[in-house]
């Protein structure tokens, strides 16, 4: 805890609570959640300068602890901070609010995550942008650029991709199996088209490249036996 007078203490992420009896919505929903986070760590140990969190209290302001009225994003991204871990996202601590909020829609949460909490990302936390997303409705997703103090809406590319400018990614609707669920879910992409890839996805290019190279010599094995070369 960080005294400012004798009486009066600013609380740190250890004096705040970090978790409470709220889950996921439901299993697609935390399937999401962790598709996000799971790509978007190893870009950002490249990078070295990055945070990732999910479904992760994020504190604004004293007032906020004191009511009970926001807890935090389904997932959120800042660049330019220590890589270490967080028991919460606390403001005053890291000096920044999140660059990057997302939040993944339910028939229970849509109506606040469009109105209240939008307002609180672009009047309180001040995120630069947010995008929402419903993982059983894939049509249901926007995203907002912070120009001039207020939220306005982005417009996909040529690509049917929203764009990060922040983080210099492009968000894409992608049809495919992830955790045994075939559905659309958004993912990560480079600029240039590139899905940043999940744990399977890199174990299986490194199974394949290995199966490739073992095939490439045998094959290569074989044009010396048949050019008489013996082969130990």
Not at 99 to 121: F, G
Request: charged residues 30%.
């Amino acid at each position: 805890m960080i005294a400012l007078t004798e009486n009066i203490f600013i609380p740190t992420q250890d004096d705040l609570p970090s978790d409470d009896d709220d889950k996921m919505e439901t299993s697609r929903h935390k399937y999401q959640m962790d598709l996000l986070l799971e790509t978007i760590y190893p870009w950002l140990e490249k990078r070295q300068d990055g945070y990732a969190g999910g479904n992760m209290f994020v504190y604004f302001s004293v007032n906020q602890v004191k009511n009970h009225d926001y807890k935090g994003p389904d997932f959120f991204c800042a660049l330019d901070v220590p890589q270490k871990e967080r028991k919460s996202w606390v403001v005053w601590e890291e000096g920044k609010a999140p660059d990057v909020v997302i939040e993944l829609l339910s028939e229970s949460t849509a109506n606040y995550d469009k109105n209240e909490k939008k307002l609180i990302y672009q009047n309180r936390l001040r995120v630069l942008e947010y995008f929402w997303y419903d993982p059983f409705n894939p049509d249901d997703w926007a995203g907002f650029s912070l120009e001039k103090g207020g939220y306005q809406p982005l417009k996909l590319d040529d690509r049917n991709r929203y764009i990060s400018e922040q983080l210099q990614l492009a968000l894409v609707r992608w049809q495919g199996v992830y955790r045994g669920i075939d559905a659309v879910w958004l993912r990560w992409q480079t600029l240039d088209g590139k899905l940043l890839p999940t744990d399977k996805e890199v174990s299986e290019l490194e199974k394949q490249r290995a199966d490739e190279a073992q095939l490439e010599i045998a094959r290569l094995k074989e044009l010396l036996r048949n050019s008489g070369v013996e082969i130990l």
